[in-house]
């Protein structure tokens, strides 16, 4: 059995004498601190949070005071010590019950800003309570209240990247920080594993390696079982002496009662132990142990939406759809003449589309393009002779969109979902992108993740539908009624969403 302590791009400079063996020894034996470092950097982090809320939130309230109140009191006998004494409290007790302070959960930067943004709202909604029960809501400025509520979130993102850098900086693969793993299994299987993940990124340093023998199918029981427990014993003495922080089992899944005997020998030892079920890790990076009952399984994918998120995006459509369609009710008006008065045909243009659960609906739009009842479906391109002049307008600003408002109200259609698509697409797409059929596992949406990172318009290339897919299936799985309302504002204000409309 071959046995190595580090990868090769990890070997240390040959020394000689006392300091290749002081060298030897850094390297292989854990830091006695650094458990103590990453619980500094974690407490660190939490600081920073703390430092960001109270600090935005005494800025405003002495601001306040010394515009409108005209007090020049110190800021510790201000009411603001109260309220961000009681946010730093919501949002650092629950971020460390959840493990965000975790330095792999730090170093995701942006990715973490979407569970920060929930938790905000959260923790205001604990605040009014609070202070609701306690009578004490009238003690607070409600300008001061405001501007905390509205520059706190920033000020919170800045803090956590700011923090993100900084740990990130410090998780090197020589910090000692960093989780030290060791890998065990076949030699084609950990060589698949350094090609396909990051083992020099911040994180993790692999300090050892133990390639177990593939045994030959020709002997007998008997001696393949010798031999794997031979490579076993020798691998978990050599865990032993390197004292890992994880070990990662490597061996498939599909060879079971090795895997098993990997597991019973390696859970003697004081570490970690992962593992890795081939590629499918790679290929679902978020799947997680749930249980249904008593059964226990490995969940790759959540359900579309549970009943009372159903419920709750189906009020928020609703509400939304009815006060946007009395708000704009004059603007409607004005571009159904504008349509009528531009070129014959009907102001509204209806196209048979997949919905929820592949089901077929009608869809509603604004007509912008030339009336013609028996020409074949077509996908519009650039500069579309058959786009009017009002619908070229109505393309850019995306106004043609509007009417889908009441496929909102009839349930065909959400305010936000994955974009449907006509029937001619999907049929063509469905068989040459994986999980192309997926996006109808909710209902569609006026607009979308897609749409608002500038995957709209033409789709002449596989490329182009395979990146607006990925979008909307990135939504499917992380979907929260927050994400609608950012894609909804996104939609109006950002650039991108407009991006590659004609």
């Known amino acids: ?49 703390f430092a960001a809320i109270a600090g935005v939130t005494l800025a405003s309230e002495v601001g306040y005071r010394v515009l409108f109140a005209h007090d020049d009191a110190w800021p510790t006998e201000t009411r603001g010590l109260q309220l961000s004494a009681l946010l730093s409290l919501i949002i650092v007790t629950t971020n460390a019950l959840r493990g965000e302070y975790a330095l792999d959960r730090i170093v995701e930067g942006r990715a973490g800003l979407r569970r920060a943004v929930s938790l905000w709202f959260v923790a205001w909604a604990v605040v009014l309570v609070i202070g609701f029960l306690t009578k004490t ?74 390639y177990l023998r593939r045994t030959d199918p020709q002997a007998d029981a008997a001696t393949r079982y010798e031999q794997l427990q031979e490579d076993l014993d020798l691998a978990v ?57 008593k059964v226990s399984g490995i969940n790759i994918g959540r359900r579309p939406l549970n009943l009372g998120e159903i419920v709750l995006k189906r009020c928020f459509d609703v509400v939304v759809a009815l006060l946007a369609l009395f708000a704009l009710l004059p603007l409607l008006a004005l571009i159904a003449v504008a349509i009528k008065l531009d070129s014959p045909g009907p102001v509204f243009f209806r196209q048979r589309r997949y919905g929820f ?28 002779s058959r786009i009017t002049r009002v619908g070229a307008l109505l393309r850019r600003s995306n106004l043609d969109e509007l009417p889908q408002l009441f496929n909102v109200i009839l349930g065909d259609m959400s305010l936000v979902g994955p974009r449907p698509h006509a029937l001619a697409h999907d049929r063509s797409f469905e068989g040459r992108i994986a999980l192309y059929a997926r996006r109808h596992n909710v209902k569609p949406g006026i607009t979308g993740w897609a749409q608002v990172n500038g995957f709209r318009g033409e789709t002449q290339t596989d490329q182009a539908m395979a990146g607006r897919v990925e979008h909307d299936l990135f939504y499917i799985d992380h979907w929260s009624i927050w994400l609608d309302i950012q894609i909804m504002i996104l939609t109006v204000i950002s650039r991108r969403a407009y991006r590659n409309a004609f």
């Open 357 to 384: 659960n592949q089901q077929p609906f009608d869809v509603f739009k604004f007509r912008s393009m030339k009336a013609d009842h028996t020409a074949v479906f077509k996908q519009a391109t650039r500069n579309d």
């Open 237 to 293: 003495s050599v865990v032993r002496f390197l004292r890992p922080d994880d070990v990662f089992v490597l061996v498939p899944w599909a060879d079971a009662a090795e895997v098993e005997r990997c597991i019973d020998a390696f859970l003697r030892v004081p570490a970690a132990l992962h593992l890795r079920p081939g590629t499918v890790l790679d290929r679902f990076p978020d799947m997680q142990v749930a249980r249904v009952g």
């Open 137 to 210: 809501t009238t003690d607070y400025s409600r300008l001061v209240s405001l501007v905390v509520f509205f520059a706190g979130l920033p000020t919170l993102f800045a803090s956590r990247l700011t923090m993100s850098r900084l740990i990130g900086r410090s998780l090197s693969p020589a910090s000692p920080t960093v989780s030290r793993v060791h890998l065990v299994g076949y030699e084609e299987d950990i060589q698949a594993f350094y090609a396909s993940n990051q083992t020099d990124g911040p994180g993790l340093r692999v300090v050892g390696t133990s």
């Open 1 to 49: 059995m071959l046995q190595e302590r580090v990868p090769q791009s990890y070997e240390p400079i040959t020394l000689s004498g006392t300091t290749r063996r002081r060298r030897v020894w850094a390297g292989v034996l854990p830091q006695r601190g650094r458990g103590f470092m990453r619980v500094m950097l974690s407490v660190a982090a939490a600081m920073a949070d």
